[in-house]
């Protein structure tokens, strides 16, 4: 200090140094004066404090910090935070969400048994990795001791001394310059996200950590990050790119036409190529295709292909005068209307209709729509106006095949010998074939009977009693 080569500054640097080593000595506030006192100067106490630590505290301090830092308050990538300062142990990967793990070592070195750990994981797409510089750890280390030191030195002369003591003040001074450089040392030290990708772990390297008013909001920048990287979809950006987002799922989650849920949400966990969504994402995927008809739901199985939908027509007649009728002919899920006035129509023979109008003075005319694809199921429409001779010959038809089946029943395939006899020559014995067949022939042949119970004077519609599950099964049971 003597040495007239050496400057202000040093001296003055010098002096810090020795006064903060020094248990009595002081400097005057408001002046650079140094004089010797009766009571331990904080500073040297907290150094004296800091280097005695063990390293577990120092472990648990800057774990404590980093906490702080990147707590998940909204909870859109990761749930909790797991650490590995310096050991492995405990790390476990959940299905439902990510896990945002801490490793004191660099992007570019990481521990051979974390990697061993990733590569093994069946939940491979769970895991976020915040790692450090190893060039910055250790003032970073130094750092959390010091900051935890002063603290226990805070409690010590608050006790002692009091809030208003000099001592005191001393101490806060020195917790406030202590904590600014402890947030901007974390800052420093860890500036690398690694995260899954492809069978592989990628990095964003030097992410640069922003302060404002010295609060950072570690979880909303680490998410800010991926989202550039297209790991992270946020809800914004699930409405803007959800086609490609369907396509993704498609290809990554779907390695069968129809899958379970359980299925899928396993696939989102273990698939590393797989994007992050926000809390209840793929739930809302899956639903959001279903309701634009993309992919169809069957109970808890999901599959990709559309849903068919069947073809059909909607007529409605605008005018009618005498026999000529005006039609309005809507196609649904159909873009062509074939029509025909007799028989069923057939593509590329029959007419078609255009301008949604077709006009007709037939008894009745068939409708098909078929659409632009090929459909499994075809509506076709077949119509007949009431009041019309057709109508007419319809009715009596209906009437006269109800009084074949009253006399014989359904017809056979084949006629028995007898029929055919009484019919040549014994005419008044075609009266009682009906009883006679109903005696013969089993219900399931009686079928288009009128009646399969007496319930001759029966109003259904007040009925009060049931047949039983017992009732039907004797019923079955019984022989013809």
């Keep these: 200090m003597l040495d007239p080569l050496v400057g202000v500054a040093d001296v003055k640097d010098a002096t810090e140094a020795l006064r903060s080593n020094a248990h009595y000595l002081f400097r005057t506030p408001g002046e650079d004066r140094l004089y010797f006192g009766d009571v331990a100067n904080v500073t040297a106490q907290i150094q004296e404090i800091a280097n005695g630590l063990a390293e577990e505290v120092v472990d648990e301090e800057l774990r404590k910090k980093l906490r702080e830092v990147f707590k998940p308050v909204s909870g859109k990538v990761y749930h909790d935070i797991l650490f590995a300062l310096p050991s492995l142990d405990d790390l476990k990967t959940v299905e439902d969400h990510v896990r945002l793990i801490i490793l004191e070592q660099p992007a570019n070195k990481l521990p051979e048994a974390f990697t061993n750990w990733w590569m093994d994981n069946e939940r491979q797409n769970r895991v976020l990795v915040l790692t450090a510089d190893s060039n910055a750890i250790s003032t970073l280390r130094q750092l959390a001791r010091n900051f935890h030191a002063a603290n226990a030195v805070q409690i010590s002369v608050r006790k002692v001394h009091g809030e208003a003591s000099t001592q005191y003040r001393e101490v806060i001074d020195y917790l406030t310059t202590t904590a600014g450089q ?38 909303a920048q680490i998410i800010a990050a991926l989202s550039r990287r297209s790991k992270y979809y946020d809800e914004k950006k699930f409405d803007t790119e959800f086609d490609s987002l369907r396509q993704d799922a498609e290809e990554i989650l779907f390695d069968a036409k129809e899958v379970p849920d359980a299925e899928l949400k396993r696939k989102a966990a273990a698939k590393s190529e797989w994007h992050w969504l926000p809390p209840g994402g793929l739930e809302a995927l ?25 073809t059909g027509v909607l007529v409605a007649v605008e005018h009618r005068e005498g026999t000529r009728y005006l039609l309005s002919v809507t196609p649904v899920n159909g873009d062509t209307i074939h029509v025909s006035e007799v028989g069923e129509p057939e593509p590329g023979k029959s007419g078609t209709v255009s301008g949604g109008r077709w006009e007709t003075v037939g008894p009745s005319i068939t409708i098909r729509c078929s659409g632009g694809q090929a459909r499994d199921n075809i509506g076709i429409m077949n119509l007949r106006y009431a009041g019309t001779v057709e109508d007419d010959v319809y009715t009596a038809l209906s009437e006269r095949f109800q009084d074949i089946f009253a006399v014989l029943g359904q017809l056979p395939d084949s006629f028995e010998d007898e029929w055919v006899d009484a019919v040549l020559g014994r005419r008044e014995e075609v009266k009682y074939f009906a009883s006679r067949i109903d005696t013969v022939r089993t219900p399931m042949e009686q079928r288009y009977g009128r009646d399969v119970v007496d319930d001759e004077g029966l109003n259904w519609e007040e009925a009060v009693r049931v047949l039983s599950d017992r009732n039907i099964e004797e019923y079955m049971r019984a022989p013809w």
Excluded: H
């Design 182 to 219: 402890f947030t901007s040392a974390l800052r420093e030290a860890f500036k690398t996200i690694v995260f899954p990708a492809r069978g592989q772990l990628r990095t964003i390297a030097d992410f640069q950590m922003e302060f404002t008013n010295n609060d950072y909001q570690g979880e």
């Design 286 to 310: 899956v639903r959001t295709a279903v309701e634009r008809k993309f992919w169809q739901r069957k109970g808890n199985i999901v599959c990709k292909e559309p849903p068919e939908e069947s």
